[in-house]
């Protein structure tokens, strides 16, 4: 109800920074043609506001987080298959990609008072260790 004035404010989903950093080590193994590689990636989002709404509420910024993930692999002949192991958000860094409003929330008993009725959408997929092999044809 009313108006609100957003000059200056980020619009949402929208940090001031973001990027990532990668690095590449790969080399021939000597044997039957084989290669491998090892990569690491660092990946950073600043604070953003992340709520379905673009209305200021301080309750719905995200601070600002880092992603850490690493990849071994080897390769056959040709780069014909591959093998790899992986590691993603290996600091388990804990965040939410989106919240919204939950209307009958404060009926539900479900709202924490002085505070908007909020639910994080989708939350950081944490720690995760993988394996993954590929064919090219």
């Known amino acids: 109800a009313g108006t609100q004035d957003l000059r200056g404010t980020r619009p949402t989903f929208t940090p001031e920074w973001a990027g990532n950093f990668a690095v590449e080590f790969d080399?021939?193994?000597g044997w039957n043609g084989l290669t491998w590689a090892l990569r690491s990636d660092v990946s950073?989002?600043?604070?953003?506001?992340?709520?379905?709404?673009n209305d200021n509420n301080p309750d719905t910024l995200q601070d600002g987080y880092e992603l850490l993930s690493v990849r071994a692999s080897i390769f056959g002949p040709q780069d014909r298959w591959?093998?790899?192991?992986?590691?993603?958000?290996?600091?388990?860094?804990?965040?939410?990609?989106s919240f919204a409003y939950q209307?009958?929330?404060?009926?539900?008993?479900?709202?924490?008072?002085?505070h908007a009725a909020l639910r994080c959408n989708v939350v950081a997929v944490p720690r995760t260790f993988g394996a993954s092999f590929a064919i090219t044809f």
């Open 82 to 97: 591959s093998l790899s192991l992986f590691g993603r958000n290996l600091t388990d860094e804990g965040y939410c990609t």
């Open 44 to 53: 950073f989002t600043s604070e953003a506001n992340i709520g379905g709404v």
């Open 27 to 29: 080399g021939d193994l």
């Open 103 to 114: 209307p009958f929330a404060g009926l539900l008993g479900a709202q924490v008072p002085g």
